[in-house]
């Protein structure tokens, strides 16, 4: 909302920026939407791929080896997959990677925590879930 002092907001993540957060919500066509819209359609086109076929674009065999040949099985999951990436990073107030990169380029000792947690949780994790292939 605006304000006679500029831009402003009732969530308090959005107000703690003295309204560069809450006027970028007031003006959707900005950076941030544009990169958003730019990530989707780059996905899309390395979706496309160099595979031989488009049942392989749509599945890979190694999701198919250990969850079935289900294209919708495999969107579901991507998009699963997704908003809990999107969800942890707004939680957190950053990207994950983002963290890890700039983290230890500073040398910081969280960002060398939160690298060994990530990896200590996500090798074990795909190695469970992608045990056939």
Known sequence: MKTEEGYTS???YLAKSN???AKAVAN??????????????????S??????SLKERRVPAIWAANFGDSVAKRYVGAFIGGFIVIYGARLA???????????MMQTSL??????????GAAIPTAMLMYRKG
């Open 10 to 12: 009732s969530n308090a």
């Open 19 to 21: 309204g560069k957060y």
């Open 28 to 45: 959707p066509l900005n950076y941030s939407f544009i990169f958003v819209i730019a990530m989707m359609v780059g996905a899309a086109v």
């Open 47 to 52: 979706g496309v791929g160099r595979s031989k």
């Open 93 to 103: 107030g950053g990207c994950s990677s983002g963290h890890m990169m700039s983290g």
């Open 110 to 119: 969280s960002g060398y925590i939160f690298t060994l947690g990530a990896f």
